[in-house]
């Protein structure tokens, strides 16, 4: 069974590309976090993978939280032990310690070893830092992160135990101030333009919940954000704003979510 969590697409093309090799489960972490669905039932020994963003150099939130509240049981309720286990780590530039850090965490809360490790480099979305790239660049990255996907499926249906990964000493160094247990993320700077046509795609996208209609507009609670971005880069108008500078930079879905329904 492979876990995936996805703002913007990356992550679910990397998962779809591993299962396409592995012929295993996809679990979407964003649906069951939202609707608070934190059991699980697999057999006694199946592999075990999760694939997720890079945040910051370091793991989303709400993987944090959701691997503390996750019960993985085997049909008879046993306490479910996978013979392999592998993260694949999503990222625009550099993933620093995250793979460790969330090996540590996966170990603390669940008492399962992480034996293998990768990331997959593709477009980011992080607009309020920059502008995602566009044209023949978005094109060749989305190629580039397929390709490597593909490779990646290959290593694992091999069940290689490999921390592989690519690291840098800057993402490494940077690792060690947002690796932490405690990631607040800030919703004081989303907001909509008057263009918003109030069809409340946002919040059924909202992963945590944070996204509520009021009067037909959204607004954004003070906690629980995960900051994936998803409401900005998949508003049907470009309504969503993070602050002054999106409202001048493209936005970015990848193609695997282009005609993705809602969720709710």
């Known amino acids: 069974m ?8 990356n992550s679910l093309a990397t998962a779809q590309a591993i299962a396409q090799e592995t012929d295993d489960l996809l679990v979407d972490i964003g649906v069951a976090y939202k609707y608070k669905d934190f059991t699980f039932t697999l057999e006694q ?10 945040y910051a150099w370091t793991t989303p939130p709400l993987i944090d939280a959701f691997i503390k509240r996750a019960r993985f049981r085997t049909g008879n309720q046993e306490t479910f032990a996978p013979d392999y286990c592998f993260a694949v780590v999503t990222c625009a530039a550099f993933v620093g310690n995250t ?11 669940q008492g399962i070893n992480l034996d293998a490790s990768f990331s997959v480099k593709s477009v980011g979305n992080c607009t309020y830092l920059y502008a995602p790239a566009e044209g023949e660049k978005r094109e060749r990255l989305i190629a580039a992160a397929d390709l490597e996907s593909h490779r990646i499926a290959q290593r694992i249906t091999q069940r290689e135990h490999v921390h592989a990964e690519h690291r840098n000493p800057f993402g490494i160094l940077m690792s060690a101030f947002t690796g932490k247990d ?5 919703t004081a700077e989303f907001y909509a333009l008057t263009n918003c046509i109030h069809c409340g795609q946002c919040a059924d996208l909202c992963p945590t919940n944070t996204v509520t209609i009021i009067e037909g507009t959204p607004r954004w609670a003070e906690l629980g954000c995960t900051q994936c971005l998803g409401c900005l880069h998949r508003c049907p108008v470009n309504a969503i704003q993070y602050g002054k500078k999106t409202e001048t930079r493209g936005r970015y879905v990848h193609p695997v979510l282009a005609n ?4 709710a």
Do not use: C, D, M, N
Not at 2 to 9: C, D, L, R, S
Not at 260 to 263: D, L, M, T, V
């Open 2 to 9: 492979i876990f995936y969590f996805t703002g913007t697409g």
């Open 45 to 54: 020994g199946e592999p075990l993978g999760f694939v997720f963003p890079t």
């Open 99 to 109: 793979a460790r850090f969330f090996a540590a965490e996966l170990l603390e809360s």
């Open 182 to 186: 405690e990631k607040p993320r800030s």
């Open 260 to 263: 993705a329904p809602r969720r």
